[in-house]
């Protein structure tokens, strides 16, 4: 069964520095990884994608992930953090043979001190 | 182009009432999935559609039912609601066959008293 692991419930940061949240992954083939971002109130947004080929991916608003499969990881990372990056994040894994159906980790909060 | 569009945005009921929840995909869009959001956690996969037909059943009881429509529309069913089942309820749309890049609509807010 695949399965994400969010291990941080709650980030806080000052604005401007920089920011890595983790997520480790558990699937039986090649994972379709992704990170989504949701403000409070609202649907999920797309920020990333990695399907194949290079393990860092860039996303949205400043925002980059690095595929590492021997970790089973996807972290998502951002140099420095604007106060508008405040918000939840979810990591998700699907696959090929699960289209439209993804799973995901439980969140983490991003609070972004001034 | 519009995103993804559900209605209502927020809905009351009480227990042991049914709950219907709709869903317009983006247009072009074939694949349409339901999520669960029980609040703190993460979405919780329940359905997904792709030209009306079901390709996949998270675990869910059966007063859980959904349906896609000719134009790709869908609806999700909920009877007998529990008290358990206040939630945002989340629909994406895809555009298969890369039908993991989910586009996902603001969800419908249930509060069950």
């Known amino acids: 069964a695949q399965s994400v692991t969010q291990p941080d419930i709650h980030i806080t940061v000052s604005e401007g520095a920089s920011l890595e949240l983790r997520c480790n992954y558990s699937?039986?083939?090649?994972?379709?990884l992704f990170w989504y971002v949701q403000s409070p109130g609202q649907g999920l947004q797309l920020l990333l994608k990695?399907?194949?080929?290079?393990?860092l991916v860039q996303g949205i608003k400043g925002f980059e992930a690095e595929f590492k499969r021997s970790q089973s990881s996807f972290n998502l990372r951002k140099p420095s953090v604007h106060w508008s990056d405040a918000a939840e994040y979810f990591c998700?894994?699907?696959?090929?043979?699960?289209?439209?159906?993804?799973?995901f980790g439980d969140g983490t909060t991003l609070t972004v001190k001034p | 182009d519009a995103g993804v569009t559900q209605s209502p945005t927020h809905l009351i009921k009480t227990r042991g009432q049914h709950v219907t929840l709709r869903c317009s995909p983006i247009?072009?869009?074939?694949?349409v999935s339901w999520y669960q959001q029980v609040l703190g956690q993460g979405p919780q996969f329940i359905f997904q559609?792709?030209?009306?037909?079901?390709?996949g059943r998270g675990n869910f009881p059966d007063r859980f039912s959904a349906r896609q429509f000719p134009n790709y529309s869908s609806e999700l069913n909920v009877n007998a609601l529990l008290l358990g089942d206040s939630a945002l309820y989340l629909c994406?749309?895809?555009?298969?066959?890369?039908?993991?890049?989910?586009?996902f609509g603001p969800g419908t807010r249930l509060t069950v008293l």
């Open positions: 994406a749309s895809a555009l298969p066959p890369v039908a993991n890049e989910q586009f």
């Open positions: 247009s072009g869009h074939k694949s």
């Open positions: 998700a894994v699907g696959g090929e043979t699960n289209a439209g159906k993804s799973t």
């Open positions: 699937y039986g083939a090649t994972p379709y």
């Open positions: 990695y399907f194949s080929g290079d393990t």
């Open positions: 559609y792709y030209e009306k037909e079901e390709r």
